[in-house]
Protein backbone atom coordinates (compact mmCIF):
# COMPACT_ATOMS: atom_id res chain seq x y z
CA UNK A 1 0.00 0.00 0.00
CA UNK A 2 2.85 2.55 0.62
CA UNK A 3 4.58 1.95 -2.55
CA UNK A 4 1.06 2.63 -3.99
CA UNK A 5 0.90 5.72 -2.22
CA UNK A 6 4.38 6.47 -3.55
CA UNK A 7 3.66 6.10 -6.69
CA UNK A 8 0.85 8.35 -7.13
CA UNK A 9 2.56 11.01 -5.58
CA UNK A 10 5.18 10.53 -7.68
CA UNK A 11 2.46 10.47 -10.73
CA UNK A 12 0.98 13.85 -9.08
CA UNK A 13 4.22 15.47 -8.99
CA UNK A 14 4.89 14.62 -12.46
CA UNK A 15 1.89 16.12 -13.20
CA UNK A 16 2.23 18.87 -11.59
CA UNK A 17 5.75 19.89 -13.05
CA UNK A 18 4.02 19.44 -16.36
CA UNK A 19 1.16 22.00 -15.22
CA UNK A 20 -1.90 19.48 -15.71
CA UNK A 21 -2.54 19.18 -12.27
CA UNK A 22 -6.09 18.57 -12.02
CA UNK A 23 -5.11 15.82 -15.03
CA UNK A 24 -4.79 13.14 -11.64
CA UNK A 25 -8.38 13.19 -11.09
CA UNK A 26 -8.99 12.55 -15.00
CA UNK A 27 -6.34 10.62 -16.60
CA UNK A 28 -8.59 7.71 -15.86
CA UNK A 29 -11.59 8.91 -17.63
CA UNK A 30 -9.56 9.80 -20.40
CA UNK A 31 -8.07 6.63 -21.11
CA UNK A 32 -11.50 4.96 -20.58
CA UNK A 33 -12.92 7.55 -22.84
CA UNK A 34 -10.47 6.27 -25.39
CA UNK A 35 -10.95 2.42 -24.95
CA UNK A 36 -14.80 3.06 -24.77
CA UNK A 37 -14.39 4.86 -28.36
CA UNK A 38 -12.60 1.99 -29.66
CA UNK A 39 -15.08 -0.47 -28.69
CA UNK A 40 -17.77 1.60 -30.23
CA UNK A 41 -15.75 1.13 -33.79
CA UNK A 42 -15.70 -2.61 -33.09
CA UNK A 43 -19.00 -2.65 -32.27
CA UNK A 44 -20.27 -1.22 -34.90
CA UNK A 45 -17.80 -3.10 -37.16
CA UNK A 46 -19.68 -6.17 -36.18
CA UNK A 47 -23.16 -4.83 -36.31
CA UNK A 48 -23.43 -2.31 -39.07
CA UNK A 49 -23.21 -4.70 -41.97
CA UNK A 50 -26.09 -6.92 -40.50
CA UNK A 51 -27.82 -3.78 -39.71
CA UNK A 52 -27.46 -2.27 -43.79
CA UNK A 53 -25.97 -5.39 -45.68
CA UNK A 54 -27.42 -3.72 -49.23
CA UNK A 55 -24.70 -0.84 -48.16
CA UNK A 56 -21.96 -2.74 -47.21
CA UNK A 57 -21.92 -5.48 -50.07
CA UNK A 58 -20.77 -2.46 -52.11
CA UNK A 59 -18.16 -1.49 -50.14
CA UNK A 60 -14.27 -1.79 -51.12
CA UNK A 61 -10.85 -0.22 -49.39
CA UNK A 62 -11.56 2.27 -46.78
CA UNK A 63 -15.50 2.18 -46.63
CA UNK A 64 -16.15 0.31 -44.51
CA UNK A 65 -13.22 1.60 -42.11
CA UNK A 66 -14.70 4.82 -42.69
CA UNK A 67 -18.65 3.90 -41.90
CA UNK A 68 -17.13 2.72 -38.25
CA UNK A 69 -15.17 6.35 -38.00
CA UNK A 70 -18.50 8.24 -38.55
CA UNK A 71 -20.65 6.15 -36.62
CA UNK A 72 -17.93 6.62 -33.25
CA UNK A 73 -17.84 10.46 -34.24
CA UNK A 74 -21.26 10.73 -34.20
CA UNK A 75 -21.89 9.25 -30.16
CA UNK A 76 -18.96 11.68 -29.66
CA UNK A 77 -20.81 14.47 -30.86
CA UNK A 78 -24.21 13.86 -29.36
CA UNK A 79 -22.52 13.39 -26.00
CA UNK A 80 -20.47 16.64 -25.57
CA UNK A 81 -22.73 18.84 -27.60
CA UNK A 82 -25.15 18.25 -24.91
CA UNK A 83 -22.45 18.35 -22.04
CA UNK A 84 -20.93 21.90 -23.61
CA UNK A 85 -24.66 23.55 -22.93
CA UNK A 86 -24.27 23.29 -19.53
CA UNK A 87 -20.67 24.37 -18.82
CA UNK A 88 -21.11 27.54 -20.06
CA UNK A 89 -23.96 27.89 -18.12
CA UNK A 90 -22.11 26.97 -14.98
CA UNK A 91 -21.63 30.24 -12.95
CA UNK A 92 -18.05 29.35 -10.95
CA UNK A 93 -16.73 28.85 -14.16
CA UNK A 94 -18.41 32.10 -16.39
CA UNK A 95 -16.78 34.06 -12.73
CA UNK A 96 -13.31 32.96 -13.63
CA UNK A 97 -13.28 31.96 -17.41
CA UNK A 98 -9.22 31.76 -17.39
CA UNK A 99 -8.41 29.62 -14.66
CA UNK A 100 -11.84 28.34 -13.33
CA UNK A 101 -12.17 24.84 -12.53
CA UNK A 102 -15.19 22.49 -11.98
CA UNK A 103 -15.12 18.46 -11.84
CA UNK A 104 -17.94 17.37 -13.59
CA UNK A 105 -16.87 20.13 -16.09
CA UNK A 106 -13.62 18.54 -16.51
CA UNK A 107 -15.06 15.06 -16.71
CA UNK A 108 -16.86 16.21 -20.45
CA UNK A 109 -13.13 17.20 -21.18
CA UNK A 110 -11.96 14.07 -20.49
CA UNK A 111 -14.52 12.68 -22.72
CA UNK A 112 -13.38 14.35 -25.92
CA UNK A 113 -9.48 14.35 -24.88
CA UNK A 114 -9.89 10.45 -24.78
CA UNK A 115 -11.64 10.84 -28.15
CA UNK A 116 -9.24 12.83 -30.10
CA UNK A 117 -6.87 10.58 -28.65
CA UNK A 118 -8.52 7.43 -30.45
CA UNK A 119 -8.74 10.03 -33.40
CA UNK A 120 -5.64 10.82 -33.69
CA UNK A 121 -4.46 7.59 -33.51
CA UNK A 122 -6.96 6.55 -36.48
CA UNK A 123 -6.09 9.54 -38.74
CA UNK A 124 -2.21 8.34 -38.27
CA UNK A 125 -3.05 5.11 -39.57
CA UNK A 126 -5.36 5.68 -41.85
CA UNK A 127 -3.54 9.02 -43.20
CA UNK A 128 -3.13 7.72 -46.66
CA UNK A 129 -7.36 8.47 -46.69
CA UNK A 130 -7.63 10.84 -44.32
CA UNK A 131 -5.13 13.51 -45.36
CA UNK A 132 -2.78 15.30 -43.44
CA UNK A 133 -5.24 17.91 -42.06
CA UNK A 134 -7.16 15.29 -40.00
CA UNK A 135 -4.24 14.40 -38.40
CA UNK A 136 -3.56 18.22 -37.91
CA UNK A 137 -7.07 18.40 -36.46
CA UNK A 138 -6.65 15.02 -34.12
CA UNK A 139 -3.36 16.78 -32.96
CA UNK A 140 -4.84 20.25 -32.03
CA UNK A 141 -7.81 19.54 -30.92
CA UNK A 142 -6.16 16.85 -28.22
CA UNK A 143 -3.62 19.48 -27.16
CA UNK A 144 -6.48 22.04 -26.33
CA UNK A 145 -8.39 19.37 -24.35
CA UNK A 146 -5.30 17.96 -22.21
CA UNK A 147 -3.52 21.20 -21.85
CA UNK A 148 -7.27 22.64 -19.92
CA UNK A 149 -6.68 19.75 -17.04
CA UNK A 150 -3.89 22.82 -15.80
CA UNK A 151 -6.79 23.50 -15.20
CA UNK A 152 -6.90 26.35 -18.34
CA UNK A 153 -9.86 27.73 -19.83
CA UNK A 154 -12.39 25.32 -18.77
CA UNK A 155 -15.29 28.12 -19.55
CA UNK A 156 -14.15 28.52 -23.40
CA UNK A 157 -13.57 24.87 -23.66
CA UNK A 158 -17.14 24.71 -24.16
CA UNK A 159 -16.55 26.43 -27.90
CA UNK A 160 -14.48 23.59 -29.12
CA UNK A 161 -17.36 21.21 -27.69
CA UNK A 162 -20.06 23.78 -29.70
CA UNK A 163 -18.33 22.85 -32.96
CA UNK A 164 -19.58 19.23 -33.02
CA UNK A 165 -22.99 20.69 -33.55
CA UNK A 166 -22.39 20.64 -37.04
CA UNK A 167 -19.98 17.33 -37.34
CA UNK A 168 -24.05 15.54 -36.44
CA UNK A 169 -25.42 16.80 -39.68
CA UNK A 170 -22.27 16.63 -41.21
CA UNK A 171 -21.77 12.67 -40.69
CA UNK A 172 -25.76 12.61 -41.60
CA UNK A 173 -25.03 13.84 -44.35
CA UNK A 174 -22.22 11.26 -45.46
CA UNK A 175 -24.21 8.27 -44.73
CA UNK A 176 -27.45 9.39 -46.62
CA UNK A 177 -24.54 9.00 -49.49
CA UNK A 178 -23.68 5.42 -48.51
CA UNK A 179 -27.38 4.91 -48.21
CA UNK A 180 -28.52 5.83 -51.55
CA UNK A 181 -30.08 8.84 -50.22
CA UNK A 182 -28.15 11.48 -52.49
CA UNK A 183 -30.11 13.91 -53.99
CA UNK A 184 -33.02 13.38 -51.93
CA UNK A 185 -35.51 15.93 -50.17
CA UNK A 186 -34.43 14.87 -46.28
CA UNK A 187 -30.34 15.52 -47.94
CA UNK A 188 -30.69 18.91 -48.98
CA UNK A 189 -32.88 19.96 -45.65
CA UNK A 190 -30.01 18.15 -43.73
CA UNK A 191 -27.05 20.00 -46.00
CA UNK A 192 -28.81 23.19 -45.41
CA UNK A 193 -29.04 22.90 -41.61
CA UNK A 194 -25.15 21.65 -41.52
CA UNK A 195 -24.38 24.93 -43.69
CA UNK A 196 -26.63 27.69 -41.00
CA UNK A 197 -25.05 25.43 -37.95
CA UNK A 198 -21.15 25.24 -39.19
CA UNK A 199 -21.50 28.41 -40.36
CA UNK A 200 -22.77 29.70 -36.57
CA UNK A 201 -21.20 28.01 -34.58
CA UNK A 202 -17.79 27.64 -35.68
CA UNK A 203 -17.27 30.39 -38.14
CA UNK A 204 -19.27 32.87 -36.58
CA UNK A 205 -19.71 31.92 -32.74
CA UNK A 206 -16.77 30.34 -33.02
CA UNK A 207 -14.67 33.21 -34.06
CA UNK A 208 -16.65 35.89 -31.79
CA UNK A 209 -15.82 33.40 -28.25
CA UNK A 210 -12.70 33.00 -29.59
CA UNK A 211 -11.57 36.65 -29.31
CA UNK A 212 -13.17 37.24 -26.09
CA UNK A 213 -11.36 34.14 -24.63
CA UNK A 214 -7.65 35.81 -26.10
CA UNK A 215 -8.93 39.10 -24.26
CA UNK A 216 -9.62 37.14 -21.06
CA UNK A 217 -5.87 35.36 -21.49
CA UNK A 218 -3.86 38.44 -22.06
CA UNK A 219 -5.64 40.33 -19.34
CA UNK A 220 -3.64 37.52 -17.31
CA UNK A 221 -0.71 37.24 -19.31
CA UNK A 222 1.55 36.95 -16.82
CA UNK A 223 -0.13 34.12 -14.97
CA UNK A 224 -0.42 32.01 -18.57
CA UNK A 225 3.14 29.82 -19.44
CA UNK A 226 4.47 30.38 -22.80
CA UNK A 227 4.28 26.81 -24.00
CA UNK A 228 0.14 27.69 -23.08
CA UNK A 229 0.17 30.64 -25.59
CA UNK A 230 1.78 28.66 -28.39
CA UNK A 231 -0.21 25.26 -27.77
CA UNK A 232 -3.59 27.16 -27.82
CA UNK A 233 -2.52 29.94 -30.44
CA UNK A 234 -1.28 27.18 -32.60
CA UNK A 235 -4.45 24.80 -32.46
CA UNK A 236 -7.33 27.68 -32.75
CA UNK A 237 -5.10 29.64 -35.63
CA UNK A 238 -5.49 25.88 -37.50
CA UNK A 239 -9.19 24.49 -36.41
CA UNK A 240 -10.19 28.80 -37.20
CA UNK A 241 -8.06 27.69 -40.96
CA UNK A 242 -9.35 24.49 -41.24
CA UNK A 243 -13.04 25.85 -40.45
CA UNK A 244 -13.02 28.20 -43.03
CA UNK A 245 -11.70 25.38 -45.40
CA UNK A 246 -14.23 23.05 -44.68
CA UNK A 247 -17.11 25.61 -44.87
CA UNK A 248 -16.19 26.45 -48.82
CA UNK A 249 -15.58 22.40 -49.02
CA UNK A 250 -19.59 21.88 -47.76
CA UNK A 251 -20.25 24.51 -50.36
CA UNK A 252 -19.06 22.96 -53.11
CA UNK A 253 -20.21 19.82 -52.04
CA UNK A 254 -23.77 21.07 -51.99
CA UNK A 255 -23.72 22.77 -54.89
CA UNK A 256 -22.63 19.58 -56.74
CA UNK A 257 -25.17 17.13 -55.39
CA UNK A 258 -27.96 20.15 -55.53
CA UNK A 259 -27.94 22.44 -58.91
CA UNK A 260 -29.73 25.31 -58.95
CA UNK A 261 -32.33 23.75 -60.76
CA UNK A 262 -32.85 20.60 -58.91
CA UNK A 263 -32.91 22.90 -55.54
CA UNK A 264 -36.37 25.23 -57.30
CA UNK A 265 -37.50 21.03 -58.01
CA UNK A 266 -37.60 20.60 -54.49
CA UNK A 267 -39.16 23.70 -53.45
Not at 77 to 87: A, D, H, K, M, P
Request: aromatic content about 20%.
Amino acid sequence: MESVAVSSSTFGDILDQLSLSTLRYHWQSVLTSAVVFAIIYEISRIFSPVLFPKTFQFFKGYNGPNWHVHVVSTVHCLVVVLGSFFIFGDNSLSQDRVFGYVRWAADIYSISCGYFLWDTIIAIYFYKYQGISMVFHGVASFSVFIFSFRPFVNYYGAIFLMYELSTIFLNFHWFMDKLGWTGSKIQLVNGVVLLLTFFCARIVFGTYMSYKMWSDIVAVKDDVPLRYWIVYGVANFVTTCLNVWWFSQMIAMLRKRFPAKEVAKHK
